[in-house]
């Protein structure tokens, strides 16, 4: 068992008992000495005569009371040390989970990034070799520019995520029409391949005040995560319209879910849900990170919440433009 213990932790639990091993010894020692004192003084006490009658009961009382000095102090000590081996343990922990997040980040990263370059370097290796007719060359062509789309959509991840951490990244709010960019919505922008296009329901001219980059990264990430999670070819729907004052804008899918336990912590940074269907999927846990920052960022919120019959959806809350409320 404690061969699985980490080292660090190990050491730290056994710096723990020897203080509370020493602290006992300390206590067991001063009540010891109180006692002897006390015994002192009552053995004084009979050998002299003129002692006061109540000068037994007083040492009494003043032993009781260093007793319960003693008690209280390290009743306070031993509980400061339980609150500090508490969050000790739970930072140690913490940080070993980010360490362990980190780790499968980068894993996921160079798998992410080798795939895409070693197929687009396939594609053009097989269009230099062999002749091809038109619309086979279109075909490839187009796959290569779809691999593309999606080492750029992930080192443009990657550098958003950079930016959000050194607190150096500002939105440039103006009044666009959030209808026409969804509307306009590419699919072929996530960089997955034969992803069904998704089922628009778009109520037409809603305006709101964002950053138009942010919110093509927000729709780019939220499709790319619901494609990802869909079994074959498993239709995606995308939905804006106004609710009660409010911009809503919905993506749904019908994949896997996101057990109860797990939808409060997928926008923490490098998380991703823990079940096999998803431990297979290829993804480095940034892209509901971004999301959730970007929406903060335009004063908005965003929930997620099971699809009817299967499936998640993320329904985000933004305010329209002052003069399109």
Partial sequence: MLRNIPRPLLIFYILVIYVLLQFAWWSWMLFDLNGQIYQLRLDLLEVNPRAESGAAVELENILRQKRTMIWG???VFLLFLALG???TRKSYKRENRVIHQQKNFLLSVTHELKSPVAAVKLYLQTLAKRDFEKKQQQELIGRAIQENERLDQLVENILLATRIDNHVFLIQPERINLSKQVRRFNIDSVGIANSPVPTLTVQPDIY?????????SILKNLVENAVKYSPGSAQVALSLYKDDGSVILEVSDQGVGIPDEEKKRIFSKFYRSGNEETRRTKGTGLGLYIVDYL?????????ISDNIPKGSTFTIRL???PDDE
């Avoid at 709101?208 to 093509?216: C, G, L, N, P, R």
């Avoid at 903060?296 to 965003?302: A, K, L, M, V």
């Fill in 208 to 216: 709101v005040v964002a950053d138009f980059q942010a919110i093509d």
């Fill in 295 to 303: 929406v903060r960022q335009h004063h908005g919120t965003i929930e």
């Fill in 85 to 87: 081996m508490i969050q």
């Fill in 73 to 75: 102090e390290g009743l």
């Fill in 319 to 321: 305010k329209p433009a």
